[in-house]
Structure formats: structure tokens, C-alpha cells
């Protein structure tokens, strides 16, 4: 909706400063100095409609769409990538990999993947603080449409350094 918005008043802004360039006549009408106009200019980071595409969702094929870690240490991150074929008869382009929360981050190229060419993104948990069972998504967004990826595993506390109870201290001299 507000890039309707925005549009409709980049095209109204247009027409007024090509009306500002003409003068009435004498005879009530209008004189252009210059040749009128009907384009508006648009902002590059506008986008006005989604370009066609002949991509399905099935064009995206994940080898796998879930990864268990097991279990690991606390402390560094766990990683992992996840592979992909398109499948399709275009290059698939994607454009973002959302992760369901901030101790999970995917990296991913942007540049288009032609047909029958496969693809990465590789995903990386952060484990420290984080001990017990997790299970996390990351939603990957793409001209061919919508996959959603697992992570899962079990973080591993790591020692704290202290001596456990059951071993007694001997002092030495």
C-alpha cells in the first residue's frame, strides 16, 4: 500500500512541476514553454510490480532440508550448509534466508543460480550460553518462492572449572 502511495505522489509531484512550466495564454489556455510529459520518475529502490517468472517452488531442490548436529561442545559454533539444484528453466536469485532467531546466522550469495547449477547457504549456530536441545528454521526466500530449513541438535554444557564434589583438595607444601 505505501508503495501505491508513494507512486501516485511521485506522479501527482510530476504533473505539478510540468504544470509549473507552462503559462495561461490570453485566452485562458495553457502555453508550455516545453513539451508535456506523462512519465514520472521512480526511485531505484522502488519496485513497482514483481517481474514474471516461470519458477515453482519445486525448482528450488534442497538436497536436505534439515540438519542434525547431535550433540556439541558449548562454546564454538556449530555450521553447517545447506545445498540446492534449480531445477528450473531460469536462474533462481535468492533474496533473503531468514533464521528464526539471532544465535542462528545464514550466509548465502546473491548472485543468480542458473538452471541445472546448485547453490549453498551456509548456516552457523551460536553456541555459547546455550546449553540443552535446540531446534531452529530458517525461512529462505527466493524467486521460485518459499522453503523453510531446520537446524537441530543439543548444545553440550561446558565444564565450569571448578572441581567437582565428589574430589577432595590436598594441600601440598
Known amino acids: 500500500m505505501k508503495k501505491v502511495i508513494l507512486s501516485v505522489t511521485l506522479l501527482l509531484l510530476s504533473a505539478g512541476i510540468t504544470f509549473a512550466q507552462h503559462k495561461k495564454s490570453k485566452d485562458g489556455l495553457l502555453e508550455s514553454k516545453q513539451p508535456i510529459t506523462t512519465t514520472a520518475a521512480v526511485p531505484d529502490n522502488i519496485a513497482l510490480a514483481a517481474p514474471a517468472t516461470t519458477l515453482k517452488p519445486e525448482d528450488l531442490a534442497?538436497?536436505?532440508?534439515?540438519?542434525?548436529?547431535?550433540?556439541?561442545?558449548?562454546?564454538?559454533d556449530a555450521t553447517c550448509e545447506f545445498t540446492f539444484k534449480n531445477n528450473g528453466k531460469e536462474p533462481i536469485v535468492i533474496e533473503k534466508a531468514q533464521p528464526s532467531c539471532?544465535?542462528?546466522?545464514?550466509?548465502?550469495?546473491?548472485?543468480?543460480?542458473?538452471?541445472?547449477?546448485?547453490?549453498?547457504?551456509?548456516?552457523?549456530?551460536?553456541?555459547?550460553?546455550?546449553?540443552?536441545?535446540?531446534?531452529?528454521?530458517?525461512?529462505?526466500?527466493?524467486?521460485?518462492?518459499?522453503?523453510?530449513?531446520?537446524i537441530k541438535g543439543s548444545v553440550e554444557k561446558a565444564p565450569t572449572g571448578s572441581v567437582p564434589e565428589n574430589v577432595s583438595m590436598i594441600k601440598t607444601n
Open 102 to 150: 539471532g544465535c542462528t546466522v545464514p550466509q548465502f550469495s546473491k548472485e543468480p543460480v542458473a538452471p541445472g547449477a546448485t547453490g549453498v547457504i551456509n548456516v552457523a549456530y551460536h553456541t555459547k550460553g546455550k546449553p540443552n536441545g535446540f531446534t531452529k528454521t530458517i525461512t529462505v526466500v527466493s524467486n521460485a518462492g518459499t522453503k523453510v530449513l531446520t
Open 62 to 76: 534442497f538436497t536436505d532440508a534439515t540438519h542434525d548436529f547431535g550433540t556439541v561442545p558449548e562454546g564454538p
